[in-house]
Structure formats: structure tokens, C-alpha cells
């Protein structure tokens, strides 16, 4: 069982800025891809950005330019730098990691980002 904890989020005025972060324990042997997700009030969790084991990374339209995922397998760390911050992105964020070869998935707890208009 890999347990995912994350740091980071909060509370910040639009323009500003925030870095989640996210503690994968064996990242670099049995994790493939790491996402962060996230979830607004009465809307389904969506995709943010993704990192794949090899460090190719993907975003949604609505963060590109925004935002950046990062991955240090040394560290067992993903982060998510966010900037230029709108109202539209609060959300509690998630990430997860999927198991390699599987279909499975490890999700963090999640963490609450509110962007202040």
C-alpha cells in the first residue's frame, strides 16, 4: 500500500501564487504516472497536470501556462507550482499515482486551494 501526503494549498488573492506538493513513497520503481486533480463544489474531479516516469508532463487548457508539474524521484516528491492564480481554480487538489502495470490508482487526501477575487 502507497500512502500519498500532501502539503501545501491555502488561501491566496487572485494573481498570486501556491506549490502543492505530494509525497509518492517509491516513486521511482513502483509508480508510473502522477497526476494532480482537482475538485470545485458541485463539479466532477478533473485532471490538472500529469508527469509520466520519464518526466513528460501534461496539462489541461485552463492551467497551461499557469501551472507546472514537477517530479524528483530521488525525493519521492511531485510538486505543482501555480501561478497567476484565478478564482476558477479553487478546488480541493488532489493527487494520485498510478501503480506501475496496473490499473490502480493511490489518491492523496487532498487539500483545499481558494483563490480570493
Known amino acids: 500500500q502507497v500512502q500519498l501526503v500532501q502539503s501545501g494549498g491555502g488561501l491566496v488573492q487572485a494573481g498570486g501564487s501556491l506549490t502543492l506538493s505530494c509525497k509518492v513513497p517509491g516513486s521511482t520503481y513502483s509508480i508510473s504516472a502522477i497526476g494532480w486533480y482537482r475538485q470545485a463544489p458541485g463539479k466532477q474531479r478533473e485532471l490538472v497536470a500529469e508527469i509520466s516516469s520519464g518526466g513528460s508532463a501534461l496539462y489541461a487548457d485552463s492551467v497551461k501556462g499557469r501551472f507546472t508539474i514537477s517530479r524528483d524521484n530521488a525525493k519521492d516528491m511531485v510538486s505543482l507550482q501555480m501561478n497567476s492564480l484565478k478564482p476558477e481554480d479553487t478546488a480541493v487538489y488532489y493527487c494520485?499515482?498510478?501503480?506501475?502495470?496496473?490499473?490502480?490508482?493511490?489518491w492523496g487526501q487532498g487539500t483545499q486551494v481558494t483563490v480570493s477575487s
Open positions: 494520485a499515482a498510478d501503480q506501475r502495470g496496473t490499473a490502480h490508482k493511490y
